[in-house]
């Protein structure tokens, strides 16, 4: 099918929008429209003069998006047809299995509750930021929180209502971090953020706004008719430590957590920042 225009649609889960990911750009109109009429019940589909050929790629339950073949000349072969059909039954079975390979990887590697990197993720991750720090010579730091008087909100709420607590949480540290910082789960009600190029002073920004963030983020507690029976206030406490070329991957994280540590004694609902000279 060299001789034809061939077109590649992928469709986002979110949007159920058709989107061209192949080529760049689709300069005739009519094939956009017949792309929004595939189902994933629908087998290819031929335009009224034959030139147009719309082959879904399906998966197991959804329609993941389509080959269009496009021809200038003639109609679409029997022939062009079949070897397009068929070759958009095994691409769909190759996406189809990508797709629940990442499904298991992500659920392999991320906190079931949160949707953070789970502890043994952000061991992995550790590893390799230290590393691109030291062959990059580029700074990076490490933020560790933990929520104030988290058993509390267990204890006279019950253990639904500190799950509704830590993904409100952890929808913060999402909210306030880049797309390239390492956020993780580290253990219970424990988070660690990990900064890359990111020297001191801009650490202690990014974990004193995401402590505004969380101190002003009202979390409703439903009962079991859905409605809203509590409404609570949470806060967190924060250290910030910079890596040294001295200090080892744990040691990151554990300078920052004696950031925390003094953030907890001093009052919690704090920043600290740990320069080196905390026991």
Request: with cysteine.
């Amino acid at each position: 099918v060299t001789d034809h225009l061939v077109y590649i649609f992928l469709r986002d889960p979110e949007t159920q929008k058709f989107n061209l990911t192949w080529p760049s750009t689709c300069r005739d109109p009519r094939i956009q429209t017949y792309v929004t009429h595939l189902t994933e019940r629908s087998k290819y589909i031929l335009t009224d003069e034959g030139k147009i050929g719309l082959f879904p790629l399906v998966g197991e339950k959804s329609i993941l998006g389509c080959v269009v073949a496009h021809s200038n000349t003639d109609k679409l072969s029997q022939k062009e047809i079949d070897y397009i059909e068929q070759l958009a039954k095994q691409s769909s079975i190759t996406i189809h299995r990508a797709n629940a390979y990442a499904e298991i990887l992500k659920y392999a590697t991320s906190d079931a509750l949160t949707g953070l990197n789970n502890r043994r993720q952000f061991e992995e991750r550790l590893k390799q930021e230290v590393s691109n720090a030291k062959r990059q010579k580029h700074p990076l730091c490490a933020i560790m929180l933990d929520i104030d008087f988290f058993k509390k909100f267990n204890d006279t709420y019950g253990h639904v209502a500190g799950d509704i607590v830590l993904k409100s949480v952890s929808n913060c540290i999402k909210a306030s971090i880049r797309e390239y910082d390492i956020a993780s789960r580290y253990g219970g009600e424990e988070f660690v953020i990990l900064l890359p190029t990111t020297e001191i002073n801009d650490a202690y920004n990014v974990a004193e706004r995401l402590r505004q963030k969380v101190e002003s983020t009202k979390v409703d507690i439903p009962n079991e008719n859905g409605e809203i029976e509590h409404t609570l206030s949470v806060t967190i406490s924060l250290g910030v430590y910079q890596y040294k070329d001295t200090d080892s991957p744990e040691e990151l994280y554990q300078n920052a957590d004696k950031g925390l540590y003094v953030s907890k004694e001093r009052g919690r609902n704090q920043v600290t920042i740990n320069d080196g000279s905390l026991p």
